[in-house]
Nanobody
């Protein structure tokens, strides 16, 4: 399974971006999907996750600003990011796994996309 993340870019603080993640085998509805990010010099951190059935979980930094959703007909998972802040600047990765115990741990996921850069200017 290959994951393809897209939608990153440069945006001013307070702006919005929507990231997308598609799966190569067209079965994203069966996968638990997660979003992680990694800023320069920092460890990869959890952002949000969504189960195959739609249940979501967010990191504290993402609550009330980010929303993850999925369109199983399009084999795509989204991360809508609003009110972006300079500290949100990072490479954002989508990840997938059939079975996940702790959705906030990167090690729980089998498949990873290549990452998309999000840069928020002040």
């Amino acid at each position: 399974v290959q994951l393809q993340a897209s939608g990153g870019g440069l945006v001013q603080a307070g702006g919005s971006l929507r990231l997308s993640c598609t799966t190569s085998d067209g079965t994203s509805s069966y996968y638990n999907m997660g979003w992680f990010r990694q800023a320069p010099g920092k460890e990869r951190e959890f952002v949000a996750a969504i189960r195959g059935g739609g249940g979501t979980r967010y990191a504290d930094a993402a609550k009330d600003r980010f929303t993850t959703s999925r369109d199983n007909a399009k084999n795509t998972v989204y991360l809508q990011m609003n009110n972006l802040k300079p500290e949100d600047t990072a490479v954002y990765y989508c990840a997938g796994a059939r079975f996940v115990v702790d959705r906030s741990r990167a090690a729980s996921y089998e498949y990873w996309g290549q990452g998309t850069q999000v840069t928020v200017s002040s």
